[in-house]
């Protein structure tokens, strides 16, 4: 009866298991439908999957020819797969094509050969890409014997000009390049893809000048992430872009990851901004955040701070204190407490707070963290994730207590990891007795890394 099922009820069922790739998998075994359908939401993004020999069984015949005269040796002329996999594939991973596969994409063998043929069939056969990701030099110190033609040959990604291409990226969402690729990728990408939503940039000593063509032409960008933003400088954001960051109704997220905050950050003004992931040293950067948090903190809804384990309390207090004046409307929030009054401070001056996550100094108690969260926190929080604080069971009893008691109560979600028996018998039952109660709606305690 199932198998009678028409093909566009099939298509929605297994929509709904795209992230179950094991329920996926056994449907390939029931009939020819189903496995055509299976297979084709299994293969829009293949890259956690080893198939780098099923893409290359996909070229033809004649290519695989030129791959064995070539030196790559590992190809088989084999009689051509059961689906054309290549047209359903949703997501480029460069750094997958390049080396995962290392029996056959060793570095002896050539193997950007096999790469470029490999996104040559992609351009053709891809009617819309949704995702592009270049981002494998990160892992490139396990392949440092790279003959010095690498970054030469490097140059082959620059495939804009493949046949195909225009109509394979026109409706890319998502692309994670370098900031030294060549400008002229860039342009040209510009010129093709006008939806980018999620921009992720990670900088190197060099930057392309191109990147400012590419962020410009956007219409719809949502998202951008600039890491290793120390070696940003006002080269690469000149006034255009900050006219485009201040203009953008669309763009509602910033990731800066780096060492330090480059002074431009300054002069960034969103028009709707919302949230906002830092990850640096703030060490005489704290004014340059501040300044940030001035031009764009009022419709901020979710910050969150990674500082360093050497950042000192007065730091410390000037981000909080910047925080709790100019980011009323936040609604989640991670940051580091070193004083019990800081957090108080964010609770009075952030009433919209729904979580929070504390990286709490070890001088904190949880027992009094929790004390402050139970009577400080706003109506409508309900979610704490705590860290480096030491917790026992009788610490939270007493919180439980205190959340059943009050007045705008909402179950709450508790994440914690830190120090203290919270896994013995007694806080299990304390647990399933608040649960039953409706005070917790989770618990969760983690392991310490």
Same mark, same amino acid.
Not at 2 to 28: G, M, W
């Given at each position: ?35 055509r359908i299976s297979v084709e939401i299994l293969w829009r993004n293949i890259w956690e999957f080893e198939k780098i020999r099923t893409l290359i069984a996909c070229l033809p015949n004649e ?34 094509? *390049? ?75 998502? *692309? +994670? ?21 999620? *921009? ?13 063509? *590419? ?95 050497c950042v000192n309390s007065v730091i410390n207090n000037s981000i909080n204190l910047a925080i709790a004046k100019y980011c009323p409307s936040l609604k989640s929030l991670h940051t580091e ?30 027992? +009094? ?46 994440i914690y990891d830190g120090d203290g028996p919270v896994n013995n018998n007694k806080t299990g039952k304390l647990i399933k007795k608040y649960k039953a109660l409706d005070v917790i709606n ?8």
């Open positions: 009866m199932i198998s009678t099922l028409p093909t566009d009820c099939l298509n929605q069922i297994f929509e709904c298991l795209e992230e179950d790739k094991v329920t996926l998998h056994s449907c390939l075994l029931v009939n020819r439908l189903w496995c290519l695989k020819d030129f791959l064995l005269n070539n030196g790559v040796t590992s190809i088989s002329i084999s009689k051509p797969p059961l689906f054309n996999y290549a047209s359903f594939c949703k997501v480029i991973s460069i750094r997958y094509l *390049l080396f995962e596969d290392n029996e056959i994409l060793s570095k002896n063998q050539k193997n950007y050969l096999i790469t470029k043929e490999i996104l040559k069939m992609f351009m053709r056969q891809i009617s819309s890409l949704k995702k592009m990701d270049f981002s494998f030099m990160e892992y490139y110190d396990d392949y440092a014997c790279y003959d010095d033609d690498f970054y030469k040959n490097y140059n082959f990604l620059n495939f804009i000009n493949f046949p195909g291409a225009k109509d394979c990226l026109k409706n890319l969402s998502e *692309l +994670k390049c370098y900031s030294y690729m060549n400008s002229e990728f860039f342009f040209q990408l510009s010129k093709i893809c006008r939806n980018i939503n999620y *921009l992720v940039i990670i900088f190197e000593k060099i930057a392309s000048v191109g990147i400012k063509d *590419l962020i410009l032409s956007q219409n719809n960008l949502k998202s951008i992430s600039f890491s290793g933003c120390n070696s940003c400088n006002e080269s690469n954001f000149d006034d255009d872009i900050l006219n485009y960051f201040t203009l953008s109704n669309t763009l509602t997220k910033l990731f800066l990851s780096g060492t330090s905050l480059p002074s431009i950050f300054t002069k960034i003004m969103f028009s709707n901004f919302r949230i906002l992931i830092l990850d640096f040293y703030p060490v005489n950067h704290v004014d340059i955040l501040t300044k940030f948090l001035v031009n764009n903190g009022k419709n901020l809804e979710e910050l969150e701070l990674v500082l360093s384990n407490f070193k004083r019990i009054e800081e957090l108080i401070m964010i609770f009075d001056n952030c009433q919209q707070l729904e979580s929070i996550r504390i990286s709490s100094d070890k001088s904190l108690g949880g027992k +009094k963290l929790l004390e402050i969260v139970a009577k400080y926190s706003p109506k409508n929080f309900h979610e704490l994730n705590l860290f480096h604080a030491k917790l026992h069971s009788k610490d939270l009893e007493s919180f439980f207590i205190s959340w059943k008691d009050r007045v705008s109560q909402r179950p709450f979600s508790f989770k618990f969760e305690k983690r392991n310490r890394r």
